[in-house]
């Protein structure tokens, strides 16, 4: 992750209230999750107000931008939440806890898990989706 990046979640951090829905909590354990997948490069398209998106990509790819694309939505910083999505081909979802959304991630056929509040599980989940999805990536 490059300087830029890390100052703008740094600047995200800083600004994250608190409102006891524990997203802030289950972005980071999903940030500091994607920093342990191998080979993997993570950019960070920050639109403050509207989203902070993280985009991991697998020194692999070549046909795909990313494998997955992890968003805190900020159109109302007071209660920001989380929607991480993936390419359907990259990743199964046996508890079928996602949406699927046709075209939903950037124009191809998604799974897109939101978090509006902490629960442990279910970052569990979506950080087994985040593991496959770069398995996937490398293959």
């Known amino acids: ?8 979640l740094d600047q995200l951090n800083d600004t994250w209230i608190d409102n006891g829905s524990g997203t802030e909590k289950a972005f980071t354990q999903i940030l500091e999750h994607l920093k342990t997948l191998p080979d993997t490069d993570i950019e960070l398209v920050a639109r403050p107000g509207i989203s902070y998106s993280i985009r991991p990509k697998h020194a692999s790819q070549t046909e795909r931008a990313l494998f997955a694309m992890v968003d805190v939505i900020d159109d109302e910083p007071e209660e920001r939440w989380l929607s991480v999505c993936f ?4 990743i199964s ?4 806890a996602g949406d699927l959304v046709p075209e939903g991630l950037l124009g191809s056929d998604g799974y897109c898990f939101d978090l509006y509040e902490y629960d442990q599980d279910e970052v569990n989940y979506i950080i087994q989706r985040l593991s496959q999805a770069c398995a996937s990536a490398s293959a």
């Not at 979802?93 to 079928?96: I, N, V």
């Open 1 to 8: 992750m490059n300087e830029t990046a890390i100052r703008e």
């Open 87 to 90: 390419y359907e081909d990259m």
């Open 93 to 96: 979802d046996p508890e079928e």
